[in-house]
């Protein structure tokens, strides 16, 4: 079993910026790409972005192209969302999810160990 806990979510203002921490135990992190979805109220999950096991590839919701950014400490057993320049829209839960194998994945499908979610709440 691989156990993901989310951090670093929280309320910020429209514009500013916030880190997202993921912390895996439990197994080998550096097997799983990672990803991280999210999901708001009345809405379907859905996939932001995705790093492989090396963090040599990467993918991007449209959404977030050139506003967020994720990266992946093999030797912390972490992986980081860097949100800047957010929007109201941004608002959701935030969940991590670790997918067994080389690539990431945008479908929830895909993944087979999942975070509890984190709040993050952008205030226009």
């Known amino acids: 079993q691989l156990e993901l806990v989310e951090s670093g979510g929280g309320l910020v203002q429209a514009g500013g910026s916030l880190r997202l921490s993921c912390a895996a135990s439990?197994?080998?992190?550096?097997?799983?790409?990672m990803g991280w979805f999210r999901q708001a109220p009345g809405k379907e999950r859905e996939g932001v972005v995705g790093?492989?096991?090396?963090?040599?590839?990467?993918y991007y919701a449209d959404s977030v192209k050139d506003r967020f950014t994720i990266s992946r400490d093999n030797a912390k057993n972490t992986v980081y969302l860097q949100m800047n320049s957010l929007k109201a829209e941004d608002t959701a839960v935030y969940y991590c999810?670790?997918?067994?194998?080389?690539?990431?994945?945008?479908?929830?499908?895909?993944?087979?160990?999942w975070g509890q979610g984190t709040q993050v709440t952008v205030s226009s």
């Open positions: 999810a670790a997918k067994n194998g080389y690539r990431p994945a945008p479908t929830s499908g895909s993944y087979d160990y």
């Open positions: 790093i492989s096991v090396s963090g040599g590839t990467t």
């Open positions: 439990g197994r080998t992190f550096s097997f799983y790409a």
